[in-house]
């Protein structure tokens, strides 16, 4: 693998331990994958932010690495954690747990990071070009930047987008390369996916149907960035999705040369989104998976408006998001209902089942997964207005 001289002392230690140790695991990965080289990149989303996720081994590692004095070296973000550092308290999350959170977002602030933990950063103004090479961790946001915004990027782990970030390259293969964005299946959309769940539903069903092929749709007329994001997004849970397009809408659309053939029809999503549905009475409604926009926190509060809800209602979002929610007076809406705004966290990274829920509502395919294997949950799923119940 061809390095160049900066980087060579990186490697070598000259540049100090932390960017060593960040150069050593990226030459590694690019060893197992073939890279020719590493290539700069414009951002890094670092995941594994959530003591949830990662635990004390995970704290340890980070904390290894501020001992070391690292620091990043391009714009880098997080992904979600496991609570509001703002709210948690008012969320009910173990005092125990929120401490160690705190030790986990301090350790990644030393570095250098900018303290925004979102899994949509593309809602707060962090947009790559088409073309332009990154290094992003989150699946949702891989499928979102690789498809709906036509930047490069692998699907990063936690410590190789450390490394990036640390180092500010990454190895040059897989998506970042233009012979491997080729759409190896077409599918042709025979069925009219409106709502959130409709596109959620749709996601996790062709996830599992694809299992890690580039997918590109044809006959989806109406498929708004929002909607698309929660599509990529299931896709990406069930399927490892990390690229996706659509005729006449993602800026870019290329087929290799005989690609397999596929329809999706109205009776399958119709019966997937039943299929999904395996709770009864949610004590937990969640939205906002992936991160809601300023536009879907609007529609929330439009439909509370004046009413009084009888499950928790959490709608995850960015902090910067919900600061404007707040401003345009959404936030207030919400929580005169009953619910919550809560942002930098979400309902599958935070300690739900230590918190005593037992069954969570979602329009989301990704959250629907999560939410049964990782979180034990029973989970409802619907459109809003079938999740939310109201007094
Ligand atoms: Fe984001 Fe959490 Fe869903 S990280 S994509 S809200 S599972």
Not at 309 to 331: F, H, M, P, R
Request: charged share 20%.
């Amino acid at each position: 693998m061809q390095l160049t001289s900066e980087q060579q002392k990186m490697f070598d230690g000259e540049m100090g331990e932390a960017p060593a140790q960040a150069m050593q695991i990226l030459v590694a990965l690019g060893k197992i994958y073939n890279a020719e080289n590493l290539i700069p990149v414009s951002s890094v989303q670092v995941s594994g932010v959530s003591y949830e996720t990662i635990g004390d081994a995970g704290l340890e590692y980070l904390q290894d690495y501020v001992k070391k004095s690292a620091k990043v070296n391009t714009l880098t973000f997080l992904n979600p954690a496991g609570m509001d550092r703002d709210q948690y308290e008012k969320m009910q999350v173990p005092k125990e747990f929120a401490q160690k959170q705190i030790q986990i977002l301090d350790a990644f602030q030393s570095m250098g990071i900018t303290m925004s933990c979102t899994c949509a950063p593309y809602h707060i103004g962090i947009r790559p070009k088409v073309g332009e090479h990154i290094a992003w961790a989150e699946s949702s946001a891989v499928a979102f930047a690789n498809s709906v915004l036509g930047a490069r990027t692998n699907r990063e782990g936690g410590p190789s987008a450390l490394a990036a970030a640390i180092t500010g390259v990454t190895p040059n293969y897989g998506l970042h390369l233009k012979e491997n964005r080729l759409a190896n299946i077409l599918i042709d959309v025979q069925a009219t996916p409106k709502t959130t769940a409709d596109f959620g539903a749709m996601g996790s069903y062709l996830g599992k149907k694809l299992k890690s092929k580039i997918p590109a749709f044809t006959n989806l007329t109406f498929a708004p960035e929002i909607k698309l994001k929660t599509l990529g997004a299931s896709m990406a849970a069930t399927g490892s999705t990390a690229l996706f397009y659509i005729k006449n809408i993602t800026p870019e659309f290329k087929l290799s040369d005989s690609p397999e053939k596929i329809t999706f029809t109205q009776e399958e999503l119709d019966s997937h989104k039943k299929d999904l549905n395996i709770g009864e009475k949610a004590d937990l409604v969640t939205i906002g998976c992936p991160h809601a926009s300023l536009e879907e926190i609007e529609e929330v509060a439009n439909y509370l408006k004046g009413k009084k809800i009888s499950n928790k209602l959490w709608v995850c979002t960015a902090k910067k998001t919900k600061l404007l929610a707040d401003e345009q007076g959404y936030t207030q809406i919400i929580e005169q209902a009953g619910g919550n705004v809560v942002s930098d966290t979400c309902m599958v990274v935070s300690p739900l089942n230590q918190m005593g829920y037992k069954c969570t509502a979602c329009n989301s395919g990704k959250a629907a997964k999560y939410l049964s294997s990782l979180q034990k949950q029973k989970v409802v799923f619907g459109d809003i207005e079938d999740i939310i119940l109201l007094k």
